[in-house]
């Protein structure tokens, strides 16, 4: 750590020894010897140059005796500068060994304070990890005494009821209790005036003491008020003697109230204090007491002596005797307040007796109340798990059922006639029926076109007397596997005026609501009853359509009504590894209730493709696309789960001879029916197990290409119409329907029933 000094003073020890090679000799050279030069000493670093700075004075340069002399006296006085530069590294080295040792001593202190502060440092993480644990612990306790307010099961109301009776017996317990400790405080404010009053009584002793003194001084003036006095003071003696025998008595009653107290709780301590000070001072009073007697006893020895001065104290002795009656009725009255406060005190300690009892009721109820709820405790503790190990199981049985059901299903939905359509016959409109056999009950639809049966069949069929509410019961389960993490896909499929948006987004009010209001109500209330067992949900919603293959923004901010090309965004579709699908500037937004969706949907409706047609008055120009994704995790288990519910509403296909579109709707009509045969190519080439997908061809498949395959869960709705005008319509949508209902796609699943259908699809 210090400088490496030993080399320089290794060359200067040489110069001082004059014995380096070709150094000088220590001596003249002349046999006589030269006077000895003066010893130089040198003071500072000027001496130093001053020397440095000597030169040879004028001798010729052949008198080299005289210049080796010089020269003789200059080394000298080198080596004596060399000498005192030693001399001089010398303390310097010293110096730098004391600041090493105690650099040293300061780098070992510091060594050590930095053990001590990383020892410290580890008990606080120690304890700031046992707090962290202590906090988790107790947010766990608190998540699952939330969990047992939304989830208890009828097998545990019985308990719950009973905890809540113990609870309310703990409260009238806690009420009488604290009844008790205000009638504790209200006996020790009673004993505290007992106290003043002998506090009072032993002022008036004093008071008695003194008097007694004046009586000694009137006594040597008279002798008949000596004999009086002599009296008075034995009845004195007797009244001291009973207030005596009062105060043994209340000590007694106090040592059988400690007795007592000796059971209680340690809220009694203090009283029980406050009467053992109440006894320390009746015995003080007591004492003093004897000690004034013995006072009056040493008077009536002084008043021997005073016998002489009767004479002259007749007269003062009359006004002696009114003083004494005075004091008579005083200590009559002191007598009468001491009788009082001994009731008192005998009523008092009756009730602290009587709040002893109760208080140890009380504590005896509290004790059983808490043991019940540690039990109670431990039970929920245990169905907690096992509510945790049925989700679990509950997750992968719905799954499995959803698997064997398929992952891709289809659902047919009827709409009912309205009134303006003028061309059905009858309230079934086109001869549509629905078999009643036990098989196909539910399942099949029956369709006449030109004399010939067509039979259809599906996971599932709605008439057209089926509400909102009936179709959405079959679709519930679907939308729980987003929460559980998987993506699901819904889409409705028809003709337009078919009833597609009538189905996914409904009408106002309750009772009209369609499939994306009640799905996103749903996964709202099931996550926020999943709060309770410790899961918390993020979700994140977009919506968009795609019109004329181009992808519009329907939540963009200041989005206009009309479309511009030349000024609109390019989206691009983009798939990653995991299955995930993100469109390059489409507005995300974070929504945390059903009220935030809803504003958005409007918002939507808004911003929408709509325009009339020959076939519709409010036709859907475009693929309508909402998107929800959903991110859980569950803090106490450590799980992770991320889903996406896809809720899209297609563009009805149309006949051009009979939708009559011209124009923009022309070319609107062609596009929706191209991408609607894209997305027929694509469905059959995965049921056929085709090496190539024909996912480029339209927008709507490739957005839709992780949704139509491996473990996603997938429903297509077709929506028909029931007025015979639309009879050709209907086929090609059930046909269609059909062929993929007989996909399998994903798992297999059982097999399903067709009919004889035309392979080839028909959009005009």
Known sequence: MGLKVAPRRNVLSAINNGEANGGAPSAPADGGGAEAAPVVEFGGREDVERLL?????????????????????????????????????????????????????????????EAQLSNAIEELKAANLDLTRRCESLEETLNREKSEKLIAVESYEKEKQERESAERSRDVLTVELERATHDAKRFSEQLKMVQDTNKRLQEYNTSLQQYNSNLQADASKSGETISKLQKEKSAMMETMAALRECHNSMSSQLESSRASQQEAIRVKEELRKEVECRRAESKQVRDDRDHAVAQLNSLNIELATCKEQFGRASKECECMSTKVSALEETCNTQQEQIQTLQKQLAVATDKLKLA???????????????EKIKYLEDRLAHA?????????????????????????????????????????????????????????????????????????????????NASQEDVFVEISQLVQSALDGYKVCIFAYGQTGSGKTYTMMGKSGIDQKGIIPRSLEQIFKTSQSLESQGWKYSMQASMLEIYNESIRDLLAPGRPNSFDMTTSKQYTIKHDSHGNTTVSDLTIIDVFSIADVTNLLEKASHSRSVGKTQMNEQSSRSHFVFTLKISGSNENTGQHVQGVLNLIDLAGSERLAKSGSTGDRLKETQSINKSLSALSDVIFAIGKGDDHVPFRNSKLTYLLQPCLGGDSKTLMFVNISPEASSVGETICSLRFASRVNACEIGIPRRQTQARPFDSRLSYG
């Open 356 to 370: 002893d009892v109760t208080a140890i009721e009380a504590m005896t109820g509290y004790e059983e109340q808490k």
């Open 53 to 113: 700075a000597e030169k040879m004075k004028g001798k010729s340069k052949n008198d080299f005796k005289g210049r080796n002399e010089q020269m003789s006296d200059y080394i000298k006085k080198l080596r004596a500068c060399i000498r005192w530069y030693m001399e001089l590294e010398d303390g310097y080295l010293a110096e730098q060994e004391k600041l090493r040792s105690t650099l040293d001593a300061e780098n070992s202190r510091h060594t050590e304070l």
């Open 384 to 464: 907690e798990s096992q509510i945790v190990e049925g989700d679990e199981l509950r997750k992968k049985l719905h799954n499995t059922i959803l698997e064997l059901k398929g992952n891709i299903r289809v659902f047919c939905r009827v709409r009912p006639l309205l009134r303006f359509d003028g061309d059905s016959n009858g309230p079934e409109g086109a001869s549509i029926s629905f078999p009643t056999s036990v098989e196909s009950a539910g399942r099949a639809i029956d369709l006449m076109n030109q004399g010939q049966k067509l039979s259809f069949s599906y996971d599932k069929v709605f008439d057209h």
